[in-house]
T-cell receptor
């Protein structure tokens, strides 16, 4: 089973709202990732968690706040977003918490629209 | 610096035609991994293949085949007897062993298979 689940599938929020994206995997993977994907572009890495600790933050604005409550869950808290933050947000996981070359398995994504 | 090029932005073929998607990469590392992912309109990135830099054997999986040539830094993907369900964006990605948990994605190739 290589399933990564994400909720919600779609989210519309105003610039003053606070919302959260959720990602879950039960494959025993030790690394989890958040990506942002704009239309007709490849995914861009935002954050990486290894063994539940933040290991990579690709200079993401503080209005995006990741959280890894346990090894199976990954959240992305959103606050005071801008319309240009509208995108598909993808979560992924990989087996090793230390190797960068493991296969990443992706969830279906959350399509976010900021009004 | 790592770099992945997919020169074909969009390809259209008629069902049952064979189609090859090109991927050219740049890396200074001797140990690296190459990946192909499929992204259908639903948005989820579906893993297709992972190949390490020491294994140049070509691979076939059903209608899919991959040609890895280190001499030309290419990892091309061929779909034989294409079907409408193959319509998607295909991403080639590179990961270096010493670079941590970061994939470099190519810009993607949008494949349309017409009935």
């Amino acid at each position: 089973d290589t399933e990564v689940t994400q909720t919600p599938k779609h989210l519309v929020m105003g610039m003053t709202n606070k919302k959260s994206l959720k990602c879950e995997q039960h494959m025993g993977h030790r690394a989890m990732y958040w990506y942002k994907q704009k239309a007709k572009k490849p995914p861009e890495l935002m954050f990486v968690y290894s063994y539940e600790k933040l290991s990579i933050n690709e200079s993401v604005p503080s209005r995006f706040s990741p959280e890894c409550p346990n090894s199976s869950l990954l959240n992305l808290h959103l606050h005071a977003l801008q319309p240009e933050d509208s995108a598909l947000y993808l979560c992924a996981s990989s087996q090793s918490g230390t190797s960068g070359t493991d296969t990443q398995y992706f969830g279906p994504g959350t399509r976010l629209t900021v009004l | 610096a790592q770099k992945v090029t997919q020169a074909q932005t969009e390809i259209s073929v008629v069902e049952k035609e064979d189609v090859t998607l090109d991927c050219v990469y740049e890396t200074r590392d001797t140990t690296y991994y190459l990946f192909w992912y499929k992204q259908p309109p639903s948005g989820e990135l579906v893993f297709l293949i992972r190949r390490n830099s020491f294994d140049e054997q070509n691979e076939i999986s059903g209608r899919y085949s991959w040609n890895f040539q280190k001499s030309t830094s290419s990892f091309n993907f061929t779909i034989t007897a294409s079907q409408v369900v193959d319509s998607a964006v295909y991403f080639c990605a590179l990961s270096e062993a010493d670079y941590g948990q970061n994939f470099v994605f190519g810009p993607g190739t949008r494949l349309s298979v017409l009935p």
